[in-house]
């Protein structure tokens, strides 16, 4: 929805603005020439509310927005000082700014303001006496307390699957614990509906897509993260001042209808909300550190270091989390029964139901209703069940005067700000052919299996440009070992309620195995692709897996140069202790178009933390082809940063 959008959601009349007070026109030359000595255009704060960042290459600056009619300047998205010259004179002009059908004063709101401000005037003195429309705007959003909200990390949306940041804003008129009523700032891609597959996620990396902020009620947004595609949502409050907030505020205002280019890696969700907080209080200067990448979960731990700027965090848990916790704590039977309620296949007065104890029943009936709301939300035509049936469930719950029986889900241990740092680096003694070598790994992002899952999805793994090199001692030679562009394991643990699908994706650069490949040939880099569906058991603690498996090795080594390969894998995941990972996992593909043979593989890794971001990960495996076979181990030290 369009910044605007929120006053037309409201009802609200639109008044055209008159015109504001118009200052006199010779007044223009020393308003620039006093803002030029006060070196205004160079000023942390003009900077952010232009959204000017430094040039990679050579010296100058850029601003990140893609709209022309941003910029009154020509030459302004390059140039802060022409575009606060030109603004100066829009003001005091009163110069109406085309597609936005009001005067300037009305449009740049938060730069009026500012340049009011620093040049010592009196408010208003600029304009904008007769911005009725922004100040109807201004007052439907009534503007209290803004809170960081981050949806947990999603693997299985390309666009989501490092998690989400955006704001909430909460309203000065709202009862407390009614933040469902407040508005939500988000900054997505522009990609339409019908976006998705290999064109949206090469869009998205590329800049194919323009960036849009969007005011949005909260509530839709909780429902499709948390109801939708059932993701945890941690919210953190921020301590921003009067003028802080207001500064943010009227800043959106000034946003609305304003692209960006979107990068999905870099220009993305959290890096625009990191400017826009850089508004509210430009001596944060956050977004320089994100030149390379942006991860919402390195973003929060950046807001986190800034002394007494996030208070702590709550938790929203998903309807899944909330299913899953609630249903836990019925007896098999009853989990069974609440089954049976949500397909209809048991009658709401029965005598399954009417003979358990009120408590239980209440129990029954909630998670009845919750899971038969899950499944219409997820895919209600694969539903037995209506929507009328679940009405009638909660009218059978609410004749029970009783409190619902199930404790709160508990927020996890660790929150997203706490989590390990996503950039690791590695270092390794590598014993493989009766040979010992020394191995170095750099991962930018963002989280494996054996990683510290404080903080992180339980379950999922995303790697990429994960390069790992080696050095033989022998030769002292440096050698590209291999490269995860991206690898994905999504883990989904099934039960009685929920029946997911696993999948793991991996794709990139790779020797195997460690010595020859399968011809008497240098053991030489090529493409692969990897993966396939599977299926999990188990919770957070111990996890057991099994994957189907599908293979495409393109090298030089083969003959006739590719190989295509199918089979599986099996695997257990155990948290011995907060820190203490170890995974098993054993697996075959046999190959069944160009190079004949096999590879086949079995491994252990474990891994221990030791102190602050440092920990010890040790390996020992086997693996093997129709002409060579042997053992592997690794004992290293991985830091992260």
């Not at 005598?351 to 219409?376: Q, T």
């Not at 999922?460 to 590209?480: H, K, M, Q, S, T």
């Not at 096999?598 to 390996?619: K, V």
């Given at each position: 929805?369009?910044?605007?959008?929120?006053?037309?959601?409201?009802?609200?009349?639109?008044?055209?603005?008159?015109?504001?007070?118009?200052?006199?026109?010779?007044?223009?030359?020393?308003?620039?020439?006093?803002?030029?000595?006060?070196?205004?255009?160079?000023?942390?704060?003009?900077?952010?509310?232009?959204?000017?960042?430094?040039?990679?290459?050579?010296?100058?600056?850029?601003?990140?927005?893609?709209?022309?009619?941003?910029?009154?300047?020509?030459?302004?998205?390059?140039?802060?000082?022409?575009?606060?010259?030109?603004?100066?004179?829009?003001?005091?002009?009163?110069?109406?700014?085309?597609?936005?059908?009001?005067?300037?004063?009305?449009?740049?709101?938060?730069?009026?303001?500012?340049?009011?401000?620093?040049?010592?005037?009196?408010?208003?003195?600029?304009?904008?006496?007769?911005?009725?429309?922004?100040?109807?705007?201004?007052?439907?959003?009534?503007?209290?307390?803004?809170?960081?909200?981050?949806?947990?990390?999603?693997?299985?949306?390309?666009?989501?699957?490092?998690?989400?940041?955006?704001?909430?804003?909460?309203?000065?008129?709202?009862?407390?614990?009614?933040?469902?009523?407040?508005?939500?700032?988000?900054?997505?891609?522009?990609?339409?509906?019908?976006?998705?597959?290999?064109?949206?996620?090469?869009?998205?990396?590329?800049?194919?897509?323009?960036?849009?902020?969007?005011?949005?009620?909260?509530?839709?947004?909780?429902?499709q993260y948390a109801w939708i595609e059932h993701r945890d949502v941690w919210s953190y409050p921020l301590?921003?001042?009067?003028?802080?907030?207001?500064?943010?505020?009227?800043?959106?205002?000034?946003?609305?209808?304003?692209?960006?280019?979107?990068?999905?890696?870099?220009?993305?969700?959290?890096?625009?909300?990191?400017?826009?907080?850089?508004?509210?209080?430009?001596?944060?200067?956050?977004?320089?550190?994100?030149?390379?990448?942006?991860?919402?979960?390195?973003?929060?731990?950046?807001?986190?270091?800034?002394?007494?700027?996030?208070?702590?965090?709550?938790?929203?848990?998903?309807?899944?989390?909330?299913?899953?916790?609630?249903?836990?704590?019925?007896?098999?039977?009853?989990?069974?029964?609440?089954?049976?309620?949500?397909?209809?296949?048991?009658?709401?007065?029965?005598?399954?139901?009417?003979?358990?104890?009120?408590?239980?029943?209440?129990?029954?009936?909630?998670?009845?209703?919750?899971?038969?709301?899950?499944?219409?939300?997820?895919?209600?035509?694969?539903?037995?069940?209506?929507?009328?049936?679940?009405?009638?469930?909660?009218?059978?719950?609410?004749?029970?005067?009783?409190?619902?029986?199930?404790?709160?889900?508990?927020?996890?241990?660790?929150?997203?700000?706490?989590?390990?740092?996503?950039?690791?680096?590695?270092?390794?003694?590598?014993?493989?052919?009766?040979?010992?070598?020394?191995?170095?790994?750099?991962?930018?992002?963002?989280?494996?299996?054996?990683?510290?899952?404080?903080?992180?999805?339980?379950?999922?793994?995303?790697?990429?440009?994960?390069?790992?090199?080696?050095?033989?001692?022998?030769?002292?030679?440096?050698?590209?070992?291999?490269?995860?562009?991206?690898?994905?394991?999504?883990?989904?643990?099934?039960?009685?309620?929920?029946?997911?699908?696993?999948?793991?994706?991996?794709?990139?650069?790779?020797?195997?195995?460690?010595?020859?490949?399968?011809?008497?040939?240098?053991?030489?880099?090529?493409?692969?692709?990897?993966?396939?569906?599977?299926?999990?058991?188990?919770?957070?603690?111990?996890?057991?897996?099994?994957?189907?498996?599908?293979?495409?090795?393109?090298?030089?080594?083969?003959?006739?140069?590719?190989?295509?390969?199918?089979?599986?894998?099996?695997?257990?995941?155990?948290?011995?202790?907060?820190?203490?990972?170890?995974?098993?996992?054993?697996?075959?593909?046999?190959?069944?178009?160009?190079?004949?043979?096999?590879?086949?593989?079995?491994?252990?890794?474990?891994?221990?933390?030791?102190?602050?971001?440092?920990?010890?990960?040790?390996?020992?495996?086997?693996?093997?082809?129709?002409?060579?076979?042997?053992?592997?181990?690794?004992?290293?030290?991985?830091?992260?940063?």
């Amino acid at each position: 929805m369009p910044l605007l959008g929120v006053a037309l959601a409201l009802g609200m009349a639109w008044w055209p603005a008159t015109g504001a007070a118009e200052a006199p026109a010779s007044d223009l030359a020393a308003l620039q020439a006093r803002a030029a000595e006060r070196d205004l255009a160079a000023s942390p704060q003009w900077r952010a509310l232009g959204h000017y960042e430094k040039n990679w290459l050579g010296a100058g600056v850029h601003s990140t927005v893609a709209s022309e009619h941003f910029f009154l300047a020509a030459e302004g998205r390059r140039d802060p000082a022409a575009e606060l010259d030109a603004t100066l004179a829009a003001l005091v002009e009163n110069r109406r700014i085309e597609g936005r059908n009001k005067p300037a004063a009305c449009v740049f709101v938060a730069r009026r303001k500012f340049l009011e401000r620093r040049l010592g005037l009196a408010p208003q003195t600029l304009g904008g006496a007769d911005c009725d429309e922004y100040r109807q705007w201004r007052a439907a959003l009534s503007p209290k307390r803004i809170s960081l909200i981050f949806p947990t990390a999603f693997p299985n949306s390309p666009s989501s699957m490092f998690g989400h940041t955006l704001l909430r804003i909460d309203s000065s008129r709202a009862a407390r614990r009614t933040e469902l009523l407040a508005y939500a700032v988000n900054f997505a891609a522009a990609a339409g509906d019908d976006a998705q597959g290999l064109g949206f996620a090469w869009n998205g990396l590329t800049g194919g897509y323009p960036g849009v902020f969007g005011l949005f009620p909260y509530y839709e947004k909780v429902k499709q993260y948390a109801w939708i595609e059932h993701r945890d949502v941690w919210s953190y409050p921020l301590q921003l001042d009067d003028d802080e907030r207001d500064r943010l505020v009227d800043h959106l205002w000034e946003m609305d209808g304003v692209r960006f280019d979107y990068y999905f890696l870099t220009k993305n969700c959290s890096y625009q909300l990191l400017s826009l907080l850089e508004v509210a209080r430009p001596s944060l200067d956050l977004t320089e550190d994100f030149d390379w990448y942006a991860i919402p979960a390195d973003t929060i731990r950046a807001l986190a270091d800034v002394p007494g700027l996030m208070a702590a965090p709550g938790y929203r848990p998903s309807l899944e989390t909330t299913i899953r916790w609630e249903a836990g704590q019925l007896d098999p039977a009853d989990r069974e029964l609440a089954l049976d309620v949500a397909a209809a296949r048991v009658p709401l007065e029965g005598e399954a139901l009417s003979e358990l104890a009120p408590d239980v029943r209440a129990g029954v009936l909630e998670v009845a209703h919750d899971y038969l709301y899950y499944r219409l939300q997820s895919d209600a035509e694969a539903v037995e069940a209506d929507s009328d049936h679940a009405d009638a469930i909660l009218l059978a719950r609410s004749q029970i005067r009783q409190p619902s029986p199930f404790t709160p889900v508990p927020a996890p241990r660790t929150p997203p700000d706490r989590g390990h740092e996503s950039l690791r680096m590695a270092a390794a003694a590598v014993y493989e052919g009766d040979d010992l070598s020394f191995g170095l790994r750099i991962r930018p992002a963002y989280h494996d299996l054996l990683d510290d899952p404080g903080g992180y999805t339980a379950g999922a793994e995303i790697n990429f440009l994960d390069l790992g090199l080696r050095v033989d001692p022998a030769d002292g030679e440096l050698r590209i070992d291999d490269l995860q562009i991206l690898n994905i394991i999504s883990l989904s643990p099934r039960d009685e309620l929920f029946k997911p699908v696993s999948f793991q994706i991996d794709t990139g650069l790779r020797r195997r195995p460690s010595s020859v490949v399968f011809d008497d040939v240098p053991n030489n880099l090529g493409y692969y692709l990897q993966g396939g569906p599977g299926l999990a058991w188990g919770g957070d603690d111990l996890m057991g897996y099994v994957f189907g498996l599908a293979s495409v090795d393109a090298n030089s080594a083969l003959s006739p140069g590719y190989a295509l390969g199918a089979g599986g894998s099996a695997g257990v995941l155990a948290r011995q202790a907060p820190g203490y990972q170890l995974k098993l996992e054993a697996g075959a593909l046999e190959y069944v178009a160009g190079d004949d043979g096999h590879y086949r593989w079995a491994r252990g890794i474990q891994q221990m933390p030791l102190f602050g971001d440092l920990a010890l990960r040790a390996e020992l495996g086997w693996e093997g082809t129709a002409v060579d076979a042997g053992l592997r181990g690794v004992l290293g030290l991985q830091a992260y940063f």
